[in-house]
């Protein structure tokens, strides 16, 4: 079987499917099957395409992106072979085609087919090709869809959470909890690994955890406090000590204990009134569940005057048997006030009952969070130790799309150019190489690329770096160091050692490696100083002359 | 198995899976795990529980929205049934969770859940329950986010392309081109379906096509004209005629003699100089391949100067083969005014060439479309008979998630609120029964929520209508027609008659018929008229007692 021998080849190991078992040669657009035909119609279907999958702006307003979907992309090219039901179903949507092209389908995998790649969690920027393919053009076409599909979002909500971790700063737990608002089931499962993968610490996301070994966490919701009518439900009110060593028969009475003793606090008093019942019934019986992770969503009926009340007295209650309550969430209303009364609240019951670090209690905030949100949290004060965020940041609400795209560089050796009337969507033609140049304090200075065949640039060495359409920018630079951005991730018919695919956490420690690499002027949320993405002088003026070459030349009347 | 068992309950038939492998009993919010534990340690997790899944607000400025993902909800409740290796990661996520709660979730499955729901593709109002589920309490609140997942996207999305296909108007081909942009690859299989649902007429993506008989479009990319070098690439070029009756042996000098006479021809003498031959060749080879159908994307070089004299000789060259060419597709710059030149252009082809229909040619566009660019090319005038709309469309781009939430109104017969300081966010507590009712004119006038033993409204008989949280809105409405809006879809262990699952066109024509019985103030763009959602006077009163009940009293200081 062809595909067999394509997902060997190379030195590399064998390489797992998808993990969508959706993300099938079919998930992509008629047309490239289409051109397939016309391709094999015209005896071109061999020839040797080249193209450049890459995004013309960054998003949410920022100067950099992170690169995500690779390894999906690895696989499903590994995998990459039309099963005959498929092909069944393609005769049926193209009924005027003849048999040879369909034999011909058949008989395709990517065992031809070369991928040069930034490695993935990498910075990157616009322009710079985020992956070079190669291979029979016919084949190529083919995975173009499926390519932008696995790059495009993984990319945007990459990007979007490792914006989110630069706001927040590294010392607060970021979770993630989009499942239910994110677009679609594998939406939600694609945010919960890629915002991993961009510095989250955690999701709610079981499905993602399971698949991924991403760290899972959750407690309980308004339905869980609601669905509770009193201290009456709950039925078996015992509990044993942390150590074993003894038993409280009663754990609901000491729980009320502790409710009288904060209420009669000389600090504490005034404060509040009578708490929820049906709430500390739903405390009470949460920590009777999970007395070791004991956390409290405080906000169903009233924060300041029932849910943190009732919070302190269960988790003080746990303290007598040897338990640490885990802290509260707050889901609703002024989250920097709430966060600053409710940690008061907690160093007054450290100070009343000489319980040393209840102050320090874990405060988790959620509602309808963004960068924004969070920037405005931060210039207020709060204080929150843990987001949770969902809807904005799975959704990329704020810009809800990458506009990737893969265009045709070079075919049989000869560089192809699209042109637009729009500049930005002028296309740089040519088989190229990418670089990093880094300047004197560590920095990146400036990525470049260059024709398949220049030289290198070298550390030390003088270099013109031009901007690729503005022929007034341009600038020398001396690197310190210098990176070659693409690696060898499919071998095609060579047996160079091609790249491994990193665990995720290798790649989210790299993602938060570049983003602490970055000069913070690039990385800053308001006016962003671009990064600089120029090519060479030889590969400058090629574009030029290739584009002049094209154009047709207007006719004034 | 209890599963098989659930699957063909009632009087309906066997349920297939959801269509996405990946929707499994562990696509959730790991609390849903940690309450159902809590629920179960408590002896509350087989508590009658009704939860109601509705939406707070209409999305993209809008005032209404259309419910789409029924049917993926009840295929996972027909399947539901945790695996053994599901359990084994559940273990080990819980680890100080006792055994009995993992032999209790093995043995479970929904053949105790009971749903009611609004048919899929109706046309639905915030607050008003989509979905009213009841059965046992752990297992509902597993059942939240899963529903949640399929429910919010669906429905965001199918709203998306009926406000789409509104303002395009009946009359112009909606075509939905945004696998490669949509948030991952079911977001990209979901846009198909939903588009298609909410009145787009076909889609590019080949999978969607396969999975769900929607009709699937595509021609060429721009990749494939800057493909070809030149007329040289073509070699074979022979075509036989559309009646087989003879034999062209060179099609591309039949098209070269064409661009010359189009080039000579009085009225477009001097409107394009040399056309670029890559494109001719592209467009050459393309109708060989598809003479029936050949549309040819026209905006690789230049639209006026190259692409639409290129296409015009190869479409008069088939005609004289006996073909007839599809049309053009132009995907940049001024579509309005590139729309009207290329129309102008036909008709002249059809004035100079005696070319009976040429001037009627389809046009079709794309190119970063949505509502506004399309109600904009409404207002200057244009000649586009079908839009081809991407990114702005499957992302949501306007509005990138729908708030749907999943809210306990009742337990064990003992209705619940959650309260909020935000007013917006109070449910409605009971378990209700839900109807439209009519006026006059057919158009329906209000949506009324009652308790479930409250009677039904009567055809001729008033009635009151209240906001439900705000006292001063009341209305008395004497309904011409009543609808009951939430039918029985999920029997539980009744044996009553359950809905059957329509087919998507079946959906799609409901989806239809009830955007045309609308008032069309409800659905104008620019500020449309607020639907009115109501409750009955008896549940009003019975919101606001338990509303007093529930929230603490403050102590002023």
Known sequence: ????????????????????????????????FTMAYAYWKAGKHLDRAVFDLYFRKNPFGGEFTIFGGLEECIRFIANFKLTEVEIKFLRSAMPTCEDGFFEYLSSID??????YAIPEGSVVFPKVPLMRIE???????????????????????????ARHRLVAGKSKNLLEFGLRRAQGPDGGISASRYCYMGGFDATSNVAAGRLFGIPIRGTHSHAFVSSFMGLDDIIDRTLASSDGSNKCEDFVSLVQNWLARIKGAGSLSGTFGETNLSELAAFTSYALAFPNSFLALVDTYDVMRSGVPNFCAVALALNDMGYKAAGIRLDSGDLAYLSIETRKFFRAIEEEFGFVGFGKMNITASNDLNEETIDALNKQGHEVDAFGIGTYLVTCYAQAALGCVFKLVEINKQPRIKLSEDVTKV???CKKRCYRLYGKEGYPLVDIMTGEDEPAPKVGERLLCRHPFNESKRAYVVPQHVEELLKFYWPGTSSNPREELPSI??????????LDRMRPDHMRRLNPTPYKVSVSAKLYDFIHFLWLNEAPVGELE
């Open 1 to 32: 079987m062809a595909g067999a021998v394509a997902n060997g080849a190379g030195s590399g190991g064998w390489v797992p499917r998808p993990t969508n078992p959706m993300v099938t040669p079919l998930l992509t657009d008629l047309y490239q």
């Open 110 to 115: 990517c065992s031809d087919v070369e991928v």
């Open 135 to 161: 291979g029979p053009a016919a084949v190529i076409q083919l995975l173009e869809t499926p390519f932008l599909s696995l790059v495009n979002y993984a990319s945007l909500v990459t990007t979007n959470a």
């Open 427 to 429: 296309s740089i033609p």
């Open 505 to 514: 956490s290798e790649i989210r420690s790299r993602c938060m490696a570049h």
